[in-house]
């Protein structure tokens, strides 16, 4: 599995128009220097009221299946 890390943003307001369904994935530029879209539901378990804020690493296969997403500060 490769590794890419990326750090998100996105104040509560920004969340709640995933939460809404207006939007089901959240485009991040990795520290790697890619870009990658990230389905909004893999991301559910680090929202907090304030939001989504955080660096974290993701695994994923040579044909794009994401594997495990980590916060790492």
Same mark, same amino acid.
């Given at each position: 599995? =490769? =590794? ?5 943003? *996105? ?11 207006? =939007? ?18 893999? *991301? ?20 794009? =299946? *994401?594997?495990? *997403?980590?916060?790492?500060?």
């Amino acid at each position: 599995m =490769k =590794k890419a890390v990326f750090s998100i943003s *996105l104040n509560s307001q920004s969340v709640m128009q995933y939460y809404q369904g207006k =939007k089901n994935r959240v485009q991040v530029q990795t520290r790697q220097g890619f870009s990658m879209s990230i389905p909004y539901e893999t *991301l559910l378990k680090f929202v907090t009221r304030e939001g989504i804020y955080g660096t974290f690493e993701i695994s994923y296969s040579s044909d794009g =299946k *994401l594997g495990e *997403l980590r916060r790492i500060s």
